[in-house]
């Protein structure tokens, strides 16, 4: 075989292994956060191993660790507390801009004064600088300005987890798709009227995901009283981090089977991140 066709099937087997491991939909399947740009959103929510000093993102969109981000947790009332505030050795929660200090847990927010976006690290394969937070502005945007923005979101409840449905630019219901999807929030805050609203099982929603749907679980926050840390609102609402600070606070995406806005979050409480990357029209 020539030396040269040789190299490029090497070359060809390789990108579409890693094209394959990264699971990003296909260049059709973007989402505006401006008049100007594009994203992709990362295959599912970030995690970090503290005992190899790793960052990953969650197999599927729809896992999150939950409960799991507590060192021996223990339950009171609707809310989950642990009196370890080293958390878990994986953890899924983090504080506003710790990129380079995913562990840091104290509740002085004067601790939080700088932004590091987690992208900055090396997130399994991809390289540091690949992934990048939205900030608020371009959460607005793609949440309420963006065109037929009503549309493209819903709650849902997807393999039994509550969350909220992103769907791309554009986005046309897949034909093999037999429910329909239906947009917007139901009007109740209980957590029960996710799946009021609509649900998914495992085989619906790898339709709805080959077609480019997202889906950011409603992990609830995790938050410190005294020397406790509490899990609040877990599988109640979604809180989202943005890059964007107000003053002495963060401001995140939050959500619930009632309303979605934006909204001003103490720098010390943890919660999900959700990743994207700019697409690049060749």
Request: overall charge negative; aromatic content about 16%; charged content about 20%.
């Amino acid at each position: 075989m020539n030396k040269n066709v040789f190299y490029i099937l090497i070359f060809l087997m390789t990108f579409v292994c890693v094209a394959c491991e990264s699971n990003i939909p296909n260049d059709k399947l973007v989402f505006s956060v401006s008049d100007s740009t594009k994203v992709q959103f990362a295959p599912g929510n970030l995690q970090y191993v503290k005992s190899q000093d790793k960052w990953m993102f969650a197999a599927n969109q729809w896992e999150m660790i939950g409960i799991n981000n507590l060192t021996n947790p223990k339950q009171k009332i609707n809310a989950w507390y642990s009196e370890d505030l080293n958390f878990a050795d994986t953890i899924d929660m983090f504080a506003w801009g710790t990129g380079n200090n995913p562990t840091l847990s104290v509740s002085q927010d004067s601790m939080y004064k700088e932004f590091t976006d987690w992208g900055t690290n090396e997130i399994g394969n991809y390289s540091a600088n690949y992934w990048r937070t939205l900030s608020i502005k371009e959460w607005e945007y793609l949440l309420f300005n963006r065109k037929d923005a009503k549309l493209l979101y819903g709650m849902a409840q997807v393999n039994g987890i509550n969350g909220m449905i992103l769907l791309p630019d554009g986005w046309e219901p897949p034909r093999k798709l037999d429910v329909l999807f239906i947009h917007g929030y139901h009007g109740s805050s209980s957590a029960a009227a996710y799946a009021w609203q609509q649900t998914f099982d495992l085989n619906q929603w790898k339709i709805l995901e080959r077609s480019g749907a997202i889906f950011l679980p409603a992990s609830g926050y995790l938050t410190f009283y005294g020397d406790e840390g509490w899990l609040l609102a877990l599988q109640e609402t979604g809180i989202y981090w943005s890059s964007t600070k107000k003053r002495i606070e963060g401001i995140t995406i939050w959500f619930d089977p009632g309303d979605v806005f934006s909204c001003l979050e103490e720098l010390s409480d943890k919660a999900p991140v959700r990743l994207v990357r700019d697409y690049i029209s060749y």
